[in-house]
C-alpha cells in the first residue's frame, strides 16, 4: 500500500518485480499501469476473433475426418466379420442336423443353434449391403 502510494505521488518508481506482480494480480498490462494508454484497434479485435474461428473450424473439421475415417474402418469391419461368419457356417456345415434329438439337451442346442443360423443367414446380407453403402459413402473423395 505504501509503495503504491508513494509511486502515485512521483516519490519513487517501482521496480519490474513489482510492476509484473500487480499486473498479474490485477489483471491489468504492466504498460496501463506506468500510465499508458492502450488503445485496442477494433481491426485488431475482428483479426483475433477471426484466427480464434479458423482455428477452431479447423479443429472441426479435423474432428470430423477422423470421425469418418473410424466410421468408414468400422465397417469395413463388420464386412470382414459377416463374411468370416458366413465362411464359418459354409465350414460347419451345420452339425446340428446329424443330431439325435431324443436327448432334450441335444434338443434345445440344436433349436438354438438352427435358430440362430436362420436369422444370422436372413439378416447378414442386409447387414452386409448396408455396411458396403456405408462404406462407399465414407470413403475419402479425390
Known amino acids: 500500500r505504501q ?14 518485480d513489482m510492476l509484473i506482480s500487480l499486473s498479474e494480480a490485477l489483471a491489468t498490462p504492466v504498460s496501463t499501469l506506468l500510465g499508458e494508454t492502450v488503445v485496442v484497434s477494433e481491426v485488431d479485435a475482428v483479426k ?7 482455428i477452431i473450424n479447423l479443429q472441426l473439421a479435423r474432428r470430423a475426418v477422423f470421425r469418418r475415417a473410424v466410421l468408414h474402418w468400422l465397417l469395413i469391419a463388420v ?14 456345415n451345420s452339425p446340428y442336423l446329424g443330431w439325435d434329438y431324443h ?3 441335444l434338443a434345445v442346442a440344436g433349436t438354438v443353434l438352427h435358430a440362430l443360423e436362420w436369422l444370422f443367414v436372413r439378416l447378414a ?3 452386409l449391403a448396408a455396411a458396403v453403402v456405408g462404406i462407399c459413402l465414407t470413403r475419402k473423395k479425390v
Open 79 to 92: 464386412c470382414a466379420f459377416i463374411l468370416a461368419g458366413f465362411a464359418v457356417l459354409l465350414a460347419a
Open 125 to 127: 446380407p442386409i447387414a
Open 3 to 16: 509503495t503504491i502510494s508513494k509511486w502515485e505521488q512521483g516519490l519513487s518508481v517501482p521496480d519490474s
Open 48 to 54: 483475433a476473433i477471426s484466427e480464434k474461428l479458423e
Open 103 to 105: 436327448d432334450p439337451e
